[in-house]
């Protein structure tokens, strides 16, 4: 690849900061202003990001006027951030074919979530501090694609994780929402270490974190060796351990899932369309490094191919219509995370179904919101059937959406995915087949597990009660699942044989609309996207190069084609009739086990939480007892009896002084150790 | 009989430690002389004109380089970038000190010697406070300055002994809990002289091998000097633990908590700053101008201490169920990420004094939100009080929110440039293990203050939830100044990170 160079921005590009500094101020402007802005704050919200989404196309259309041979990235030094030594980093913006795509795709989705907002929230008391936020959110994400540093990546980065912990503890109210803030914050924290490492790995290698610098670096150690093959290594995967935790990867994929407490189901979407891509973006704008080092690409595509895996499988046992989402979304990220890891052009097959995943999860999720909207706020499936005759229209989208997500043709899931199991079969060796099964096999299990979310949803017979029919008095008890149900305060009354009673109805149109444009998408983006795209994107990822050919295209599509027939048949034959109100007992271990999210979670604790905590009773320990503690409990322990112990209270002069003079004879020691030694 | 030779003395270098000395015992003198219902007005007019005027000296002298008085004062560069930091960080503790509409009195009692609970204590609460704090405060300041400038070692203990004795006077005036007031002074007071004694006995084992105090002399002393290696490393062990107990490096970090706690808040915010700032001062200066040439002997053993003050320190903060408790292991923390700078050397100087100024503003910004939360009993700091506090005062929340997701390190604050600062330097000096420890550990550390924002959020007010009084114009003035300089050096950091890199290495010749 020849070396990477980024012309000076011209004409209205070269205002690009606008894109972020609009949603920004607007943001300020609702934090500021108070409940003065509750009026009107809302639309506020919404004018910024349309004002940001006009922009963007502009500045689209500008870059795709520059003919074939001119330089397509075009970035502009705004001031000196921090300098120091060596050190510069600068805010510098870069607009070039990918970020393209993904302002598009924030700005434009993202408008068409805040106009949905507008009815969602329209009786929450904290629509306007909600905006806040959103726009937060949305400028934090622009400056997330449009640095051209990895330090304005990681500021935009710590900044979505920001607002996505405000938006999922947004109804702070419930225990669930703020631990589920809580867990998204920490794990999150967790990937950034290994982003944060990355960077000053980086630095200290290249003397830059510029994306430009840094990647010519890489080009050229590749050329002269001149930067060993470990470093490169360590870079990709501490990169890698950011991408996971942003965009719920294995092995931090736990948080993602505890997200969809937030107001459903908007802020559940920003996990689901938007934020949780920023690790694919990260892998596919570090493609350079990535590509330069084989091992890292092979774990890339090792944790895709298992997260969506465990995401297809966690998502069959769940019961709450927007975990069953959440799950798909890990997995569906886990094709685009083995997508970008294959390499070549199959990073662009990343992008696009990333593009196309954004519109039909959008509006799969709007759906499920319109559709818990309707029905009291109720998620569990269980409790659904038959809604198709109550609200059509987001039967309707909801339907074109499902079909887009399983990848029926024409439907654009076809046209993204398929060409990501063809790629994973056709890497080199035995490990293709291995990716491509694995791939093939996950899109069996969408398939079914989308088909029962659907049928248990919309068809079937109801099994709710329509208000004022049938004659039962109101038994009033709490829904099993009071803490996601009763979002809103309100316990759902039941009949006597336990079911719900409902009164369900269509979304007002300000819902509806943005339902309908996003199904639109679903259905026609994936063609256009599937040609057009990747060549618009091919001169930032180089041109595709046809790999060894496992399998043919028309092989490929003719096994998917069939295996989601056969997950789509199997789903609407077990749950045509309808299901249990309430979960069975499970019989087998896989049940119980995808059931437990495949125990991630009693993991984390065991391996990551027990000994963080027992670590911590100890310093305690130690620390109130000092240096007087050890020694007597030592005494203790070698005489024999706890009645040597004295017990001793915290924060003796003496019991410190102590503590002072062992640690002075250690640095003593140590000193005289390494000076004579 | 010889004539003992005056060395000549450059007034002109010294005079912003003359100035802010004057002024202490100009204010001594007011006690004495001034009518009681003027003492206030006047001191506090006196204390900031005094550190104002000595600020302008130190702008004006911002370009000077010389060693003067024999060797005994170095004004270089990172020495009057100290004094400068010192001075600020002083005038905007002041607004903590001088403040009188959250406490009938302010925040200090007249004696600091009737015994707690006594009839004379109890007589006192209702008295104004002492305005002999004032002069304290500039003694203190004034050897904070000296000690970042000291030539040499004796000197340097001077300064030690200065600056520290006011600071335990002050730990033990607090107006309310004087039990645990007067303990923290006690403590302090104990565990100082203790930690003073063997940077003594550190001076005098140097002084033994090298034949010299100055730091310079002892520099040039490791290269040619005959005597024992063991002279010189027992006598750096020594000098640097003395130096470590004031930075709160862990294992001589235990005081730390129980003295934050028990002093009065502001003496706490003044300690968490402007200590600090002296402390790392005087650690940079020992280590870059005397010890810069043995770097390998002891490099090892301060890379371990900072490993473990990160640790430690971090770990702690998670359990702590008071803010004031909390606040002084996060600053136990910080020192280890400071002592990563210590342990770069002369790669990580002008990244070390930037993140003293950092944490500063933003430790003196959190511990003036904490003077505010009250109740009948004075200031409520249990953690468990604060809980829900975004309901009721919700611009409070927001502030203090800031100023822990700024201590958490999220960019846009100046705990993020400060770390990343600090950080890429010290990688760039080859110290990658300390600056992987110290990412991870600031990952733990985030947890405490994530808790502190989830309490004053997300939980349920309690039975008696404490009101947040309304200051006077000093302490928001403090609050501003905390939050504004978080803000503005996590945005736009590169004019003080030009001012820093202006002020060049220390001077070692």
Known sequence: MDSITYAPATGALSSMWLLVAIPALSATVLLLLGRRADKWGHWLGVASVLASFVLGVTYFLQLRGIDGTGNKSLSVDLFEFIHIGDLNVSVGLLFDPLTAVFVLLITGVGFLIHLYAVGYMSHDPGRRRFFAYFNLFVAAMLLLVLGDNYVMLYAGWEGVGLASYLLISFWSDRPAAATAGKKAFLINRVGDVGFALAIFLMFATFGTTNYADVFNGVLASEAGQTVSAGVLLAMGLLLLLGACGKSGQFPLQTWLPDAMEGPTPVSALIHAATMVTAGVYMIARSQVIFNANETAQTVVVSIGALTLLIGCVIGCAKDGIKRVLAYSTVSQIGYMFLAVGLGGGAYALGIIHLLAHGFFKAGLFLGAGSVMHGMKDQEDIRRFGGLWKYMRITWATFGLGYLAIIGIPPLSGFFTKDPIILAAFNREGWTGWLFGSAALLGAGLTAFYMTRLFVLTFHGRPRWQKEGEGGAHAASATDAHGAHADAHGAAIARTEDGRDIQHPHESPWIMTVPLMLLAVGSVAAGWLMSTSVVDWLTPVFGEHEEGHAHLTHTQVTIATVAVTVLGVALGYLLFRGGTSLVEQPARTHLVRAARNNLYADRFNELVFELPGRLLTRALVWVDNRGVDGIVNGLAAAFGGGSGRLRRLQTGYVRTYALSILSGAFLIVAALLAVRLG | ?509
């Open chain 2, 1 to 509: 009989m010889n004539d003992i030779q005056l060395p000549a003395i450059d007034y002109a270098a010294l005079l912003p430690m003359l100035i802010v000395f004057g002024a202490a015992c100009v204010g001594i003198l007011v006690e004495a002389f001034a009518p009681r219902g003027w003492r206030f007005v006047i001191q506090v007019s006196l204390t900031i004109g005094g550190l104002v005027a000595g600020l302008v000296a130190i702008i004006v002298n911002r370009d000077l380089e010389i060693t003067t008085i024999g060797g005994a004062v170095t004004v270089d560069g990172p020495g009057l970038f100290l004094q400068g930091a010192i001075i600020i960080l002083g005038i905007v503790s002041l607004g903590l000190i001088a403040e009188r509409r959250l406490e009938r009195g302010g925040p200090f009692v007249a004696e600091a010697a009737h015994a707690a609970n006594s009839d004379g204590d109890k007589r006192q609460e209702r008295e104004p406070g002492a305005t002999e704090v004032f002069p304290l405060t500039l003694f203190a300041i004034a050897g904070m300055m000296l000690f970042c400038v000291s030539g040499d070692l004796l000197t340097m203990f001077v300064a030690l002994e200065v600056f520290s004795l006011p600071l335990y006077l002050l730990c033990g005036l607090a107006r309310r809990r004087r039990l645990i007031s007067q303990e923290a002074a006690l403590k302090y007071f104990l565990l100082g002289a203790f930690a003073s004694a063997f940077f003594l006995y550190g001076v005098a084992l140097l002084y033994g091998y090298a034949g010299t105090v100055s730091l310079t002399g002892i520099r040039e002393g490791v290269l040619q000097s005959e005597q024992s290696g063991i002279l010189l490393a027992a006598g750096l062990a020594l000098l640097a633990i003395g130096l470590l107990f004031k930075a709160a490096a862990v294992p001589f970090h235990v005081w730390t908590p129980d003295v934050y706690q028990g002093a009065p808040t502001p003496v706490t915010a003044l300690m968490a700053a402007c200590t600090k700032a002296a402390a790392f001062g005087g650690l940079l200066r020992v280590f870059n101008v005397a010890f810069e040439t043995t770097a390998w002997d002891w490099q090892p053993v301060l890379a371990t201490v900072a490993i473990l003050t990160m640790v430690v320190g971090s770990i702690l903060a998670v359990a702590q169920t008071d803010i004031k408790r909390l606040l002084a292991y996060s600053s136990v923390a910080n020192a280890g990420y400071l002592l990563v700078g210590v342990v770069s050397l002369n790669g990580a100087v002008g990244s070390s004094l930037f993140y003293l100024i950092a944490y500063g503003f933003s430790v003196l910004g959190a511990f003036a939100m904490v003077t505010l939360v009250r109740d009948s009993e004075g200031e409520a700091t249990h953690l468990s009080r604060w809980a829900g506090l975004g309901k009721g005062s919700p611009l409070f929340s927001a502030l203090f929110t800031f100023l822990m997701l700024g201590f958490a390190g999220i960019p846009l604050t100046s705990g993020f440039t400060s770390k990343f600062a600090l950080f890429s330097s010290a990688w760039d000096s080859d110290q990658s293990v300390l600056v992987i420890v110290g990412v991870l550990s600031s990952v733990v550390l985030a947890f405490p203050y994530l808790k502190v924002v989830v309490l004053l959020w997300l939980n349920p007010p309690g039975e008696e939830t404490p009101t947040v009084s309304v200051p006077s114009m000093l302490t928001r003035a403090v609050i501003f100044a905390g939050v504004a300089v978080t803000f503005v050096l996590g945005v736009a950091p590169s004019f003080l990170l030009d001012i820093v890199a202006d002020a060049g290495p220390f001077l070692a010749k």
